[in-house]
């Protein structure tokens, strides 16, 4: 299913804020990780409806991304 594109455009930024927070990132930082995520391929596609998840589990799901990306 497809999300209204507006209403991704604000999920997207709370997402980021959550997780920049979380990551102690700037918010530059969080925002060009999250543009190359997948979390970010999978919400935009519609993946599993991932875009109703709540903020927290996608900020969480990106921290996991990051720290898996960041370990190697």
Excluded: T
Aim: hydrophobic share 40%.
């Amino acid at each position: 299913m497809r999300a209204n594109p507006i209403l991704l455009q604000k999920k997207y930024s709370r997402v980021i804020e959550c997780f920049a927070q979380g990551q102690g990132l700037s918010l530059d930082a969080a925002l060009a990780f999250f543009y190359r995520s997948e979390v970010y391929r999978l919400v935009r596609d519609g993946v599993s409806d991932m875009h109703c998840m709540s903020d927290a589990y996608l900020a969480e799901e990106l921290e996991l991304e990051y720290k898996e990306r960041w370990r190697d």
